[in-house]
């Protein structure tokens, strides 16, 4: 998936998906998630991360989502300072 997303939240810019999180999920799973994320649903993103992720979208900085497939993997979507491009990556456990 490349394309470019707007919502009324966060702006997305470019969307990249990277080939793993494209093999593995469903289109509309990414989808949502990119909805939820520009929306500011940050799904499972730890506590602290909910408030850098705040103060991000304040006062500039990057911003990430923590969500999980159907099958119950973890993925990520990660949207940048300049809020010129989003990446949806797998998590990586460790």
């Given at each position: 998936m490349d394309n470019t997303?707007?919502?009324r939240g966060l702006?997305?810019?470019?969307i990249l998906v990277t080939p793993p999180v494209?093999?593995?999920l469903e289109a509309a799973e990414v989808r949502t998630a990119?909805?939820?994320h520009a929306r500011g649903d940050?799904?499972?993103a730890p506590p602290q991360q909910v408030?850098?992720?705040e103060r991000s979208l304040r006062e500039g900085?990057?911003?990430l989502s923590i969500f999980r497939?159907?099958?119950q993997h973890r993925f990520c979507v990660l949207t940048n300072i300049h809020r010129s491009a989003t990446l949806v990556v797998q998590w990586v456990d460790g």
């Open positions: 997303g707007r919502s702006n997305l810019g470019r494209e093999q593995r990119l909805r939820r940050w799904g499972e408030c850098e992720n900085g990057s911003v497939d159907g099958q």
